[in-house]
């Protein structure tokens, strides 16, 4: 791109209705907040480049003129488990939208499948559903653990929050060890502290942990109507009971996008791009 200070949102896309979806949502975030769209499609041999060029930019006709304007899109052979990683770095993506629950090209990705995708990438990652409605980005949930990883997807949670006015909901429970309470209660001032230094517009809400956290996180997301939940994906250790909690917020029955990242590639790696800097 010729600035990088413009956000790229790179759209796997398989011309299935949950990729449009996932295209629709890009689109909305992109014309709301600044922005230009890739669509890539990933092929497995080399010689059906070609065609699904053609097949794209059929579709990037029918777009209207506003959206044409700041859509393009790119073919390449390869895996979509293991090359959107690549793409996303080599175009300078700032974050991915990719559909789950899709077909054929994505292979019915749900959420384990999904979770290996973004195992593989540096960039953060927002995951729509099929059949979802495309919202503003008023209010963000953003649950956390005791776990340092947890945290690590404040930064893009931030930046989302203040390029939308949105406003982030820190989301933990009580947990009877008060060795992990108290590093929980850590993590929660490290969040607070920069949100506050950026002007970030938050509530803190500690679930009571009495019906299970994945149940009482969904039924709070619900009251406050949640346009998206960010949630850090890290499995190493005794943290791994995380990894099947991510995969229950992906496949959430209310249909809200997640936004993610993989936490112990991120913590490794800064990045230049406006989306990830506030």
């Known amino acids: 791109m010729d600035n990088l200070n413009i956000d790229l949102y790179l759209v796997p896309y398989d011309f299935t209705t949950t990729t449009e979806q996932a295209f629709k949502f890009a689109l909305n975030l992109a014309h709301k907040g600044g922005g230009r ?14 065609v699904y060029e053609k097949k794209l ?5 029918k777009l209207s003129a506003e959206d044409q304007a700041i859509v393009e899109a790119k073919v390449i052979e390869g895996n979509v488990f293991s090359d959107i990683n690549k793409i996303a770095n080599t175009v300078g993506a700032s974050v991915i939208v990719m559909g789950t629950h899709g077909s054929s ?4 990705i749900f959420g384990s499948d999904a979770l290996k995708v973004v195992s593989n990438s540096n960039v953060p990652f927002i995951l729509t559903q099929e059949g979802q409605e495309v919202h503003e980005i008023n209010d963000i949930v953003m649950p956390f ?3 340092r990883e947890s945290v690590q997807v404040t930064q893009v949670a931030a930046s989302l929050a203040k390029k939308y006015d949105a406003t982030i909901h820190l989301v933990g429970y009580r947990d009877k060890d008060e060795w992990l309470l108290r590093d929980m209660r850590t993590n929660q001032a490290i969040v607070r502290k920069h949100l506050n230094e950026h002007g970030i517009k938050y509530n803190i809400a500690n679930l009571p942990n009495k019906e299970g956290y994945e ?3 969904m039924a709070y997301a619900r009251i406050v109507d949640a346009d998206l939940i960010a949630a850090a994906y890290f499995s190493q250790g005794i943290r791994g009971v995380f990894h099947s ?7 959430n029955d209310d249909k809200i996008p997640i936004i993610t990242i993989n936490a112990p590639e991120v913590m490794a790696v800064t990045s230049g791009f406006s989306f990830l800097t506030t």
């Not at 769209?37 to 070609?50: C, E, F, N």
């Not at 930019?57 to 006709?61: L, V």
Request: proline letters at 0%; aromatic letters at 6%; zero cysteines.
């Open 37 to 50: 769209i890739m669509l890539a499609h990933i092929v497995k041999k080399g010689d059906q480049v070609s």
């Open 57 to 61: 930019s059929g579709i990037i006709s």
């Open 105 to 108: 090209g994505l292979k019915k």
């Open 145 to 147: 653990s005791f776990a």
């Open 215 to 217: 149940k009482e996180l």
């Open 245 to 251: 909690f991510i995969e229950a917020m992906i496949a």
